[in-house]
């Protein structure tokens, strides 16, 4: 089986800025669709961010012109780059492939905490 595994998680400050890194644990050949995902207390797991294989995004209203979702296929990584964070986009952060191999896969979560 593989695994994803987030990192670059942590406390920063309101307008501080963070990137979150995603990889796979063993070579995937064909990855279709990455995203990412947030999940704050007491709410459901909502999208933030996805990306097509292609290069394609979309992304939440909340997040748009503050986070930026991209990818590196050769090496099976997904990346969100956030900036300008508010205390509201406190959440683990959740990346899940869309692969041909192993089908829907997702990581473990890293925790985002924006506060002063």
């Known amino acids: 089986q593989v695994q994803l595994v987030e990192s670059g998680g942590g406390l920063v400050q309101p307008g501080g800025s963070l990137r979150l890194s995603c990889a796979a644990s063993?070579?995937?050949?064909?990855?279709?669709?990455m995203g990412w995902y947030r999940q704050a207390p007491g709410k459901q797991r909502e999208l933030v961010a996805g990306i097509a294989r292609g290069g394609s995004t979309n992304y939440a209203d909340s997040v748009k012109g503050r986070f930026t979702i991209s990818r590196d296929n050769a090496k099976n990584t997904v990346y969100l780059q956030m900036n300008s964070l508010k205390p509201e986009d406190t959440a683990v952060y959740y990346c899940?492939?869309?692969?041909?191999?192993?089908?829907?896969?997702w990581g473990q979560g890293t925790l985002v905490n924006v506060s002063s």
């Open positions: 063993r070579v995937i050949f064909v990855i279709n669709s």
């Open positions: 899940n492939a869309m692969t041909v191999q192993y089908g829907l896969v």
